[in-house]
Every structure is written in C-alpha cells, then in structure tokens.
C-alpha cells in the first residue's frame, strides 16, 4: 500500500491563515517535505511550525540554484529540471513505503506555487491531492484595505518576468492586477506601470499578513529594497473613483471625439501616417484583444480590450469615453468602413440625443492587400460581400451571390467560413457556377501582411472549402479575368 502526496497551501505568511483542513494534514503527516536556499531556511516550514509535531519525517527539498547563476550544462533551467527530477525520487521512496507526504507550499499550490513540479511528476503513480491556500493576491487586497475588483471589473494576474512592453500593454488592457514576482524585475514592473498609465494606482505590498509587511505607494519605493517575496496590486478603479470622491460616471464635458481607426490587413507597413497620428494622440483605444495588440503601448494611454462579437458594446463604450471629454481612437483591422466598426459607432452614435464628434480615417482593406499580391484581380467593376450570416439571413446572402453571378462582377469575399459555418462557402461555390466557368480563377488569400501569409490561385471548379477558414479573403474572378505568367488579372476594357 503506497501513501498518498499532499501539496498544502499555507497561505501568504501568517500562521493562522491555514486552513483547518491543513493544519489538520500537517500534523497527522508521517513526512513533512518543503523547499529550502542553500542557507537551510524555510519560510514554508516557518509557517507551518505551529502545527508540527515531533517525530516526524522531515525531507528537505535544496535548491541548487535561486537567482545566481549555475555551471550546469543545461544552465539554470537544466539545473532546476534535474532538481525536481531528484526531489521527486526522494518523495517517491517515501510514498512507495507507504509514509503520506505533505509538501508544504506557501500561498496556493497550484497558484505559482512550488508544489506542481512534484505533482505533475508523481501523480500518475500516486493518489495525490492539493489543498488550497490563501493567495499572496487575496493577503495583499486584505492587507491594503481596498477590493481587488468588483461587479463586471476584469482581475489580471501578471509574473513581473514578463518583457516590460508586454506588461504595459496588458495592465492597460485590464481594470485591476496584480504583478508578482518582483525582486530584480521590480524596474521593469514600474516601467510598465507607468507607460500603461497605471503607476499612481499602483500599490507596493510587501510580505502580506506577517509582522515584517509592508505596504506603500509602487511609485515611492527605492528599487534596491524590493525582495521576491513582494507585489505590485492595482485595486479595482471603482472602488479608488468613490474613495476619492470622483464619479465612475463622469458628466459630458468638451473636446472628446471618437476616431475610428483603419490598421489596414497586418503590420505597422500598411498603417497611414494620418491613421498613426490619431492612434499616438489618443487618451483612450478601444478595440478587438488581437487588433489593439498590433498597436505599440504609449505612456498613459488606456486600452479598452473585448471580445469579436461585441461591437455594439465597445462603440457605446468608445462614446461614453468622448462624452467624458476624452480622445478615444476605436481600432478596426483593414478599413473601418468595410465590415467593421465605423457603421457599428455611427450606428450607436445616431441614437444620443447629444452628438458626438465621431470621424472615420481609412485603411488598405483585405481585398486590395490581398489582390496586391496576385496582380490586378480587382481591375475592373467588382463587389465585396461577406458570407457571415450572423447579422443577415442566408437568403439575402443568396440573391446578392446569384445578382453579382449575373452582373458579371469579380467578387471579393469577406468572411467565408469559420468554426461554427461550415457549409455557406459550399453553397457559394454551387451558385456562382450556374454564371462561370468551372476553369474562372479563384484567389484564396490568408493572413496576407502577417507570419503565416499564404496566398494561393485556383479555380472555381477546384476550389476546396474545407481549406478555407475565417482568416481567408476569396477574390472569386469574372468571365474576363485572366490568368498568365503566375498572375490573374481583369483587364479594363470589355
């Protein structure tokens, strides 16, 4: 009979914020195992000392390294590796004599803790089970006296080692976070804070619930007393708004406007100057996650991240902004115009009994980018329709296909297929051949400007719809459009 593994959360520091359930397994444990520097301590064990009781098996889990550097062939990651392999043999001789074994983990242990490594290491072999622990996030809240978020706020859990750039655009992607791991990343972490505009929100809290805490302002801390075992919190706004006096529902006040923002199809190399001169003076972007990722973070300027089928939110969003007197760039991929969210913003800004000031800067559209890159497809009459049935009947779709079949147009088509529309591209296929040849060019174009550019030409009898996706663009030729030396064209003459 093998014994089983425990990984016990012991909270953030104090002694009496284990769980019952913990102290209970702390002390009924047969092997009591924790991590440990090379100077022998344990703040684990410290933590759980209370609860232990003599006579039993204590394993002690060295690190081999902590933030010095290593001659290992492997480097500091092979040195860890190999230590976790090690430690789990030594766990594992005690389980296999059937002695139960609790490691004990500070915080929680499947929260950045130490105790998974062990885990997903021996739980195949073992019954094992994690008892969960107040989180250093949760200490700091409590600590600080401030709610870490509340109704629909969004909570953002960060590790200090991320590039800072990532950092910042994440922190003003979010209304409250947290940023652990401080220590040596404690310059980056306030550089990020500050150029996502989020520094003097920031709250620096120290070794949360024991006597050494520590809690300040992030922006008055001195760089050289930060320790690992520290955080950067930035408590829910709302909360901050009514402490302060302010109202989280500001009244309408001169010179907000709302821009909307064309990125064109991929990189900074298709974005205007007049499109990247509205993106670096506005106070407030909003957008889709993806496409305000494609835009470089500025010092104080706040995102407004949401989901793909939310436009209408995200346009009432971008208008409250501007009746508060801000400047807010609403960010669209390809043109705003075109399938995206300029009608959506005009559409909500038509229904204020107050106007706001709301303009509309272009973009390169995915078929031009598209076209680009097998000639000159789009030379003559063409149209652009969408197969997306999601805000239209399929019918519509239908007689639209069927009259552009007819007038002879190239058409460019937006939206073929995605996950949950597997059959329209199909349909399209049968309706354009009752008007063309099975031999008419068909350019399948994905992801044109970005890392996984694929552009290929076909033809309309050929033409495969399980290998298009949503991040295709169709150009669908006419009866004139060509296709010679590796290119397709439509001349301008008939």
């Not at 978020?149 to 991320?162: A, I, S, Y």
């Not at 959506?344 to 890159?373: C, D, F, W």
């Amino acid at each position: 009979m093998t014994g089983k593994l425990w990984g016990v959360g012991l909270g953030p520091g104090d002694s009496e914020l284990l769980t019952v359930k913990a102290a209970r397994l702390i002390g009924e444990a047969q092997v009591i195992a924790y991590h440990s520097a090379r100077h022998g301590r344990s703040i684990a064990r410290s933590v759980a000392e209370p609860y232990l009781r003599e006579g039993q098996l204590e394993e002690r889990l060295v690190y081999p390294v902590t933030t010095e550097t290593t001659d290992h062939p492997g480097g500091y990651e092979g040195a860890i590796a190999e230590f976790y392999e090690l430690s789990a043999k030594r766990l594992a001789e005690h389980l296999d004599a059937g002695r139960d074994v609790v490691l004990l983990c500070e915080g929680d242990p499947f929260f950045y803790g130490s105790y998974m490594y062990m885990h997903e290491r021996l739980c195949d072999r073992y019954e094992a089970e994690a008892v969960p622990g107040v989180t250093s996030v949760s200490a700091a809240s409590a600590v600080l006296g401030r709610p870490l978020v509340q109704r629909d706020e969004v909570l953002t859990v960060l590790p200090g080692t991320l590039p800072a750039p990532e950092l910042a655009r994440r922190l003003a992607d979010t209304e409250a976070a947290a940023v652990l791991k401080l220590g040596r990343t404690f310059g980056s972490v306030r550089s990020a804070l500050a150029e996502a505009g989020r520094l003097d929100e920031a709250y620096y809290v120290e070794r949360a619930t024991c006597q050494a805490q520590r809690v300040e302002p992030f922006a008055e801390v001195e760089p050289g007393s930060v320790p690992y075992f520290s955080l950067a919190l930035v408590p829910s706004p709302a909360y901050a708004a009514r402490k302060s006096g302010a109202s989280v529902v500001e009244e309408p006040s001169a010179g907000g406007e709302v821009v909307v923002v064309g990125l064109g199809p991929a990189g900074p190399q298709w974005l205007t100057p007049e499109a990247a001169e509205a993106l670096a003076a506005a106070e407030h972007l909003v957008g889709y996650g993806p496409y305000l990722a494609k835009v470089p973070q500025r010092a104080g300027q706040q995102r407004h991240a949401s989901g793909n089928r939310v436009e209408a939110d995200r346009a009432r969003e971008a208008l409250s902004l501007a009746r508060a007197g801000a400047r807010v760039a609403v960010i669209s991929s390809g043109d705003p115009g075109v399938f995206a969210m300029a009608s959506a913003v005009l559409e909500q800004a038509s229904l204020l009994k107050e106007p706001v000031p709301v303009r509309v800067l272009p973009g390169l559209t995915a078929a031009q980018a598209a076209a680009s890159r097998v000639g000159a497809p789009l030379g003559h009459d063409y149209c652009v329709l969408s197969l997306s049935d999601r805000l239209k009947p399929w019918e519509i779709i239908e007689k639209r296909l069927d009259a552009a079949g007819a007038a002879d147009l190239v058409i460019a088509i937006y939206n073929p297929a995605s996950r949950s529309r597997t059959t329209q591209l199909a349909q399209a296929q049968e309706i354009l051949l009752r008007h063309r040849t099975p031999e008419t060019p068909v350019v399948v174009a994905r992801d044109v400007g970005g890392p996984e550019e694929d552009v290929r030409v076909t033809t309309l009898g050929d033409l495969d719809p399980s290998t298009v996706d949503m991040r295709c663009l169709l150009i669908v030729g006419s009866t004139r459009t060509r296709r010679t030396h590796g290119q397709v064209w439509t001349p301008r003459t008939y």
